[in-house]
C-alpha cells in the first residue's frame, strides 16, 4: 500500500510563482526523496533528506523534512513553464526494506 | 550504458497472452527494482534483486507474475495469461544497492491488455 501521501493531488501557478508540494507518511523513515516525473514515464530523481536533517536546498529546489509530524514539503521556487510534471515523494524504510514506498504525487502545472 | 534503459517502450496485448518485459540497468548497478504505475498514481513496488537473487518479491500481485535477472545485469519481469488490470506503466530501477540511496529510473513500458 502507499504510504506516502502528497497534497494538493493537483497545483496550479503562474510562472514565477512559488510551488509548495507537501508529503505524509506513515513509518519511521531512514530518508525521504523527491522525484518528478513527466508525461506518466520515467522518474527523475530531485533531492534526498535524511532522517536526521531537517531542510535541504538544490537549485530552485528546498525540501524540509519533520519526523515527529511525518511530513515532508518541497518548494519550487520562480517556477518555470518547464517545471510542469508530476511530483513524487518517496520513503526509504531503511534496514533490510530496499524498496521506495511512493506517494500518489502531485501534478504540478506552470502556466506560461 | 549511460541510464536504465526499458524494452519495449509500448506492448499491446490480448487478454490471456504472456508478456515479458526487459530492463537493462546503468552498468555496474548491482541493486535492481521493478515497480508498476498505474494510471494517475503513484509507483507500487514489485521487486527487487540484488545482484542475481531475489530477496524481496513481496509485492508481486500475483503468481502470474515472476521475474529473473541473469549475469547480475538483465532483468525480466515476466506477466502471464494478462488480465485488463496488468494495464500500467512498469518502470525500472537501479543502483549501487550498498547502502540507501537515490533510485535511477528507466523510461518504463507501457503495457495495454485488451
Known amino acids: 500500500s502507499q504510504q506516502g501521501e502528497e497534497d494538493p493531488q493537483a497545483l496550479s501557478i503562474q510562472e514565477g510563482e512559488n510551488a509548495t508540494m507537501n508529503c505524509s507518511y506513515k513509518?519511521?523513515?531512514?530518508?525521504l526523496q523527491w522525484y518528478r516525473q513527466n508525461s506518466g514515464r520515467g522518474l527523475v530523481h530531485l533531492i534526498l533528506?535524511?532522517?536526521?536533517?531537517r531542510e535541504k536546498h538544490s537549485g530552485r529546489l528546498r525540501v524540509t523534512l519533520d519526523t515527529s509530524k511525518k511530513s515532508s514539503s518541497l518548494l519550487i521556487t520562480a517556477s518555470r513553464a518547464a517545471d510542469t510534471a508530476s511530483y513524487f515523494c518517496?520513503?526509504?524504510?531503511?534496514?533490510?526494506?530496499?524498496?521506495?514506498?511512493f506517494g500518489s504525487g502531485t501534478q504540478l502545472t506552470v502556466l506560461p | 550504458g549511460a541510464g536504465v534503459s526499458q524494452s519495449p517502450s509500448n506492448k499491446v496485448t490480448e487478454k490471456g497472452k504472456d508478456v515479458e518485459l526487459r530492463c537493462d540497468p546503468i552498468s555496474g548497478h548491482t541493486a535492481l527494482y521493478w515497480y508498476r504505475q498505474s494510471l494517475g498514481q503513484g509507483l507500487e513496488f514489485l521487486i527487487y534483486?540484488?545482484?542475481?537473487?531475489?530477496?524481496?518479491k513481496s509485492g508481486l500481485p500475483s503468481d502470474r507474475f515472476s521475474a529473473e535477472r541473469t549475469g547480475g545485469s538483465v532483468s525480466t519481469l515476466t506477466i502471464q495469461r494478462t488480465q485488463q488490470e496488468d494495464s500500467a506503466v512498469y518502470l525500472c530501477a537501479s543502483n549501487s544497492g550498498g547502502s540507501k540511496e537515490t533510485q535511477y529510473f528507466g523510461p518504463g513500458t507501457r503495457l495495454l491488455v485488451l
Open positions: 518517496a520513503t526509504d524504510r531503511g534496514g533490510s526494506a530496499r524498496q521506495l514506498t
Open positions: 533528506i535524511r532522517s536526521n536533517e
Open positions: 534483486f540484488q545482484g542475481n537473487s531475489a530477496p524481496d
Open positions: 513509518t519511521s523513515i531512514n530518508n
